[in-house]
């Protein structure tokens, strides 16, 4: 069992929907990440947290739009996705300050219809 | 550009045997982790070591890191059937963001019983 939590761990949408992931942690980490994982590949950062606010956007495309409603959750409003966006969203969340390992949950299987 | 490299891409051993994979960056570095990832799941942390650390040891896991050649080596000794999964190294890049890892491209092991 992993100590973040994603949901949903699928989801299916069309191209015109709105939808949102999640993610919790209660390890008391004040820095949260979203990864995107295409098959057989490493992860690529795309955003990164700390103490609530935005530190890192990786020049995602504004129809991927995070959320850090407070230091547990972090969220991935999703709007006007395209194919090519299905992948792995991998959440994680790490302490602060530098050596620090970052701390995975199993991700949301996204595909898009 | 791939901050890591692993070699090889792929490694199938019979149970019982070691496996060794390595690990190849381009830039002065922090720190050096290794990850696995199992089928479907998310990334699991198994050791840290930083660039003043010459070798590392967790249960079965030996990790080298050679600032010199920038390279590092992860071994699992006496390998299980569980061991299966794609190891994944990362660096912190020296003088970069504390949160920016970059993973490599992934070794996928598979252990025979």
């Known amino acids: 069992d992993t100590e973040v939590t994603q949901t949903p761990k699928h989801l299916v949408m069309g191209m015109t929907n709105k939808k949102s992931l999640k993610c919790e942690q209660h390890?008391?980490?004040?820095?949260m990440y979203w990864y995107k994982q295409k098959a057989k590949k490493p992860p690529e950062l795309m955003f990164v947290y700390s103490y609530e606010k935005l530190s890192i956007n990786e020049s995602v495309p504004s129809r991927f739009s995070p959320e850090c409603p407070n230091s547990s959750l972090l969220n991935l409003h999703l709007h006007a996705l395209q194919p090519e966006d299905s992948a792995l969203y991998l959440c994680a969340s790490s302490q602060e300050g530098r050596n620090q390992p970052q701390h995975f949950g199993d991700g949301t299987r996204l595909s898009i219809l | 550009s791939q901050q890591g490299e692993e070699d090889p891409q792929a490694l199938s051993i019979q149970e019982g045997e070691n496996a060794t994979m390595n690990c190849s960056y381009k830039t002065s570095i922090n720190n050096l982790q290794w990850y696995r990832q199992n089928s479907g799941r998310g990334l699991v942390h198994l050791i840290l070591?930083?660039?003043?650390?010459r070798e590392k040891h967790s249960g079965r896991l030996r990790v080298t890191l050679d600032t010199s050649k920038k390279s590092s080596s992860l071994l699992i000794t006496a390998s299980r059937a569980a061991d299966t999964a794609s190891y994944f190294c990362?660096?912190?890049?020296?003088?970069?963001?504390?949160?920016?890892?970059?993973f490599g491209k992934g070794t996928l092991l598979t252990v025979n019983p």
């Open positions: 390890m008391g980490h004040r820095a």
């Open positions: 070591i930083r660039s003043n650390e």
């Open positions: 990362a660096t912190d890049r020296f003088g970069g963001s504390n949160y920016k890892l970059t």
